[in-house]
């Protein structure tokens, strides 16, 4: 950008948060003489939307710690004209004017711009079931909905929440409040929670949800908030309502937080006839301008594309959001900047995982038709023998040809961060999965092993493009024709003992050598162990004698993460059952 080339203009700004607030910084340090308008319906700017959930929780003790700046300190540090509780009702494009209303007085008033950016979000979802507005239910987007909350709670001394959806939002919310001694039920009209990650992956979650006291009720659809009166149970009547969700009875509800999703705010580019675009949400150029000349848009409310697969999103992150603003200002006075598209980097602590991804999952690969391989790795998140290891399990996504990373989640007490932000990086740099296998990255016992997690996706990711070994993933194995291959389980006895994948057979790994003539003859072997590394040297071993050999993606430990039921030892010896998890 040419410096010397940057003229004042008069630039607002509709929305205080994120986005909005990243461009007004960013067009201050670029023009001192601009005179900068920051219109925000709340009575809060630039806050920690983010944080929310842990200040319902008391992680965050104080309301103020939220509160990153004021229209005073903005006025201060930038001379920012931050005007809160007003909201534009309208934008006339043609004469580049906004109609502003004072939500305290109801004034009306017109503001003039040269370049105007809509930084105005996303709303909570609310679908329109019956009961939806009965008292006791909050959404978790404000400041301000935070203290309707608190003051529910101080009021009425709710016990039994329920949570309404099973997203990022739902799953902070549902920690917190359990976390604070609520009674929560989290539903779902989903299979599963976190619908970017794949459903073993998501299992960990319900595992961990469930082991904190948190009941799921999935698969299961709202179809009403009924009042208090209305029915009578067997236990004491809620505060809020009664809550029906696909044919399970009714949940007494105390309180109720909808976490359903949110929706982009394009009422107000709708009305100015500002371009929208297929997936409901602001349409803009790789430069970020809208329809309208002199409009900008940045954001949860806008469509981005997603690079791997080329398609058009709707992402509701904080970073992306900041990022765009940024650009924004800087095509304002005079820059070329394009936006590159959202991959979808998130993660979320849900009680003592973290949980995270980026890139594309397998549905969105399937509905691409993109073929691809999937590799399971369950390593510890630093060196073994170093004290308090923690087991890390991981999923990568890559082309089936070419390697290139398409996506990847990761789950685990400890390390997780880490491996997702490095997979991000490597898919935004156009990586393949062999390039996470010659990563130079920091060792040291405390920290990480000498072939770290990343390393090791790599490792396995390689082998299958090298052709050294052949996949199976855990959820085809019930369809395998029993009458052509065999499942080898390669474990020590003592893994076996503690459950087993249904009609394999057992043969330790350092006794496969010299048990070769009890595999059956004229079959395919399937070989599993643990997590998969066991289980792929014994592939080669095998492929080596001349037997066609596949290995199993991930091990036992990904297969009891999407099967109900494993194989468990009888008292009798040479007998299984099958059990529950």
């Not at 309404?164 to 039920?185: H, P, S």
């Not at 990586?431 to 040291?444: H, I, Q, S």
């Not at 490792?459 to 085809?476: F, H, P, Y």
Request: glycine share 10%.
């Amino acid at each position: 950008m040419n410096m010397s080339n940057v003229k004042p203009k008069r630039l607002v700004i509709v929305g205080g948060v994120a986005g909005g607030m990243s461009a007004a910084a960013r067009a201050r340090r670029l023009s001192e003489e601009s005179e900068i308008i920051i219109i925000e319906r709340s009575g809060y700017v630039s806050y920690a939307n983010c944080g929310l959930p842990y200040y319902l929780g008391r992680e965050i003790i104080k309301q103020s710690d939220l509160l990153l700046q004021t229209p005073a300190s903005l006025k201060a540090r930038f001379n920012l004209d931050v005007r809160v509780n007003q909201e534009v009702i309208g934008i006339d494009t043609q004469a580049k004017v906004v109609t502003v209303k004072d939500l305290q007085t109801s004034a009306t008033y017109q503001q003039g711009y040269d370049d105007l950016i809509l930084s105005v979000g996303a709303a909570p979802w609310r679908p329109a079931v019956p009961g939806i507005d009965l008292p006791g239910l909050f959404v978790l987007r404000s400041i301000e909905d935070t203290q309707a909350i608190e003051c529910w709670i101080s009021s009425q001394a709710p016990t039994r929440v329920v949570m309404a959806g099973g997203g990022f939002i739902g799953l902070e919310a549902a920690e917190q409040l359990a976390n604070r001694g609520f009674d929560v039920t989290l539903v779902d009209s989903k299979e599963q929670v976190l619908t970017p990650i794949d459903t073993e992956m998501a299992e960990l979650v319900h595992e961990e949800l469930r082991k904190h006291g948190v009941r799921l009720v999935l698969g299961a659809a709202i179809k009403s908030f009924q009042p208090p009166e209305t029915l009578v149970m067997n236990q004491p009547r809620p505060q809020s309502c009664w809550v029906t969700a696909g044919d399970n009875k009714p949940i007494p509800a105390d309180m109720v937080i909808l976490g359903l999703g949110v929706r982009p705010e394009v009422t107000l580019a709708h009305k100015a006839n500002i371009a929208i675009g297929q997936r409901g949400g602001i349409k803009v150029n790789k430069y970020l301008q809208t329809s309208a000349d002199g409009v900008w848009a940045v954001g949860d409310a806008i469509e981005v594309q997603n690079p791997l697969n080329k398609e058009y999103t709707l992402i509701a992150l904080g970073g992306p959001a900041n990022r765009q603003g940024r650009i924004v200002a800087d095509n304002i006075f005079g820059g070329n900047e394009t936006y590159n598209g959202t991959i979808g980097t998130a993660i979320l602590r849900v009680f003592d995982l973290a949980v995270a991804t980026t890139g594309l999952n397998e549905t969105q690969l399937k509905l691409a038709s993109v073929p691809y391989e999937a590799v399971h790795i369950h390593p510890s998140h630093h060196a073994g023998y170093y004290p308090g290891a923690e087991r890390l399990d991981m999923k990568v996504l890559f082309q089936k040809k070419t390697g290139l990373l398409l996506g990847a989640q990761v789950v685990g007490k400890e390390g997780v961060d880490k491996r997702i932000d490095v997979i991000a990086t490597a898919i935004k740099a156009g990586m393949t999965v062999r390039d996470l296998a010659d990563l130079e990255l920091a060792y040291a016992p405390p920290f990480g092993s000498a072939k770290d997690p990343i390393n090791l996706a790599g490792m396995a990711g390689k082998n299958i493009l090298d052709g050294l070994t052949e996949q199976v993933q855990c959820d085809d194995v019930q369809s395998l024709d029993a009458s052509q291959f065999c499942l080898l389980d390669v474990r020590n006895r003592s893994e076996r003992d503690r459950g087993f994948i249904p009609g394999s057979i057992h043969i330790p790994l350092p006794e496969l050598r010299n048990r070769l003539s009890d595999l059956p003859a004229g079959k395919a072997i399937v070989t599993y162990c643990q997590s998969g590394q066991r289980s792929y040297f014994a592939s080669r071993l095998l492929q080596q004698h001349g037997l066609t050999v596949k290995n199993l993606s991930g091990g036992f430990l990904t297969w009891k993460s999407i099967t109900n039921q494993v194989g468990v030892k009888k008292s009798q010896p040479g007998q299984s059952v099958l059990a529950a998890k």
